[in-house]
């Protein structure tokens, strides 16, 4: 990328990789409100609208042809607040915040609406609770919390389901477990566990399958193990690993 940040967040639109916030190496890493976007037939990045708020450890989705940037940790605290980005208009605007200002959590979309699932608050520490956001109310709502709680966790959907993946749980464990909520339910339950514990890692989905990348293990090492899930199966195996031992890596499709 043209500029160096770390805990920057990620989503794919209209063909294009957009990286947005993190903390700016050069400002002594402070939260950025500093937006890139990647074409991949060029391979070149460029500079679009920033968002209003610089955000750290924030998650990213994109919907109906917008993207949304969602909570993380601001330049006065952590934040409720969700930004939407149209790529017509090239500019950002506000939209309903969340009811907990959140850091660390992982948003997914699922059925036409975005889902914040756990995160870390500073009044409630670690958290399973999930709310969910419905673009045409402009509204959030709770549904059914994890059976965990989750942060620095990562999920994705697959076949109509959504998954908590891992993570760092309530009394500082590191986690190995994954959920799996079905709407139709509002319901989660669990489903195997990956044979390696980890947080501040990626997940994708490819071909039916759920891939886990990297991460942070149980004593903080940097891994560069990948373990793939197959829904038919309930079971995980192991892949080739990256080249690279990295956490917080950021994984799409």
Do not use: I
């Amino acid at each position: 990328m043209p500029t160096a940040r770390k805990y920057v967040s990620m989503a794919v639109l209209d063909g294009k990789l957009y990286a947005a916030g993190g903390q700016s190496v050069a400002d002594n890493f402070a939260p950025s409100n500093l937006v890139e976007r990647y074409d991949l037939a060029t391979m070149s990045w460029e500079e679009v609208a920033p968002m209003a708020e610089a955000r750290a450890y924030h998650a990213m989705a994109a919907l109906d042809g917008k993207l949304y940037a969602v909570g993380g940790r601001g330049l006065a605290g952590l934040l409720s607040s969700v930004e939407r980005y149209d790529p017509a208009a090239g500019a950002w605007e506000a939209v309903a915040p969340m009811a907990t200002a959140l850091r660390v959590l992982a948003v997914a979309v699922l059925d036409g609406k975005v889902y914040a699932v756990g995160g870390y608050s500073d009044d409630d520490g670690t958290l399973s609770s999930v709310e969910r956001y419905d673009p045409a109310a402009n509204a959030w709502e709770a549904v059914a919390p994890m059976a965990a709680e989750r942060q620095a966790h990562a999920v994705a959907v697959l076949d109509g389901k959504l998954y908590a993946v891992g993570g760092f749980g309530l009394n500082g464990d590191c986690l190995s477990s994954v959920e799996r909520y079905d709407p139709a339910l509002d319901a989660w339950e669990a489903v195997a566990p990956m044979a390696e514990e980890r947080y501040d890692h990626g997940v994708a989905v490819v071909e039916g399958k759920l891939y886990a990348v990297g991460g942070l293990g149980d004593d903080d090492g940097f891994l560069s193990s990948v373990e793939r899930y197959d829904p038919a199966l309930d079971a995980w195996e192991a892949v080739a690993p990256m080249g690279t031992a990295r956490y917080s890596p950021l994984a799409a499709l």
